[in-house]
């Protein structure tokens, strides 16, 4: 599966940058498959292992914040695995032709 997620710590501030930057630090350690762009990080992997990493990284920001909030938005398609890049590629395709 492919899951988009946004995690923001409200209440600490404008600038929330250092905070959010702890979070993607934990997608990137846990050694799946993800990227991070201006709006949301995806993570790719089994139901289980992409839902914990989403908890962790949303309970890292609730121990420094009073209140986060947290967007999810997920792909559940069984036996697909390599859709973080090939759905990509897939719309560059079409671009180019």
């Known amino acids: 599966m492919l899951v988009a997620f946004s995690v923001t710590p ?6 929330v940058g250092e905070l959010v930057a702890e979070a993607v630090r ?12 201006a ?8 139901w289980d292992e992409v839902m914990a990493v989403v908890k962790q990284a949303t309970d890292a920001l609730a121990e420094r914040a009073p209140r986060v ?3 999810i938005k997920a792909d559940v398609r069984p036996g697909v695995t390599d859709a973080l890049t090939t759905k990509v590629e897939t719309i560059e395709r079409h671009l180019a032709g």
């Open 10 to 15: 409200l209440g600490v501030g404008e600038d």
């Open 26 to 37: 934990i997608v990137r350690a846990s050694g799946l498959p993800n990227r991070t762009d």
């Open 39 to 46: 709006m949301f990080t995806t993570i790719e992997g089994e």
């Open 69 to 71: 909030s947290l967007v």
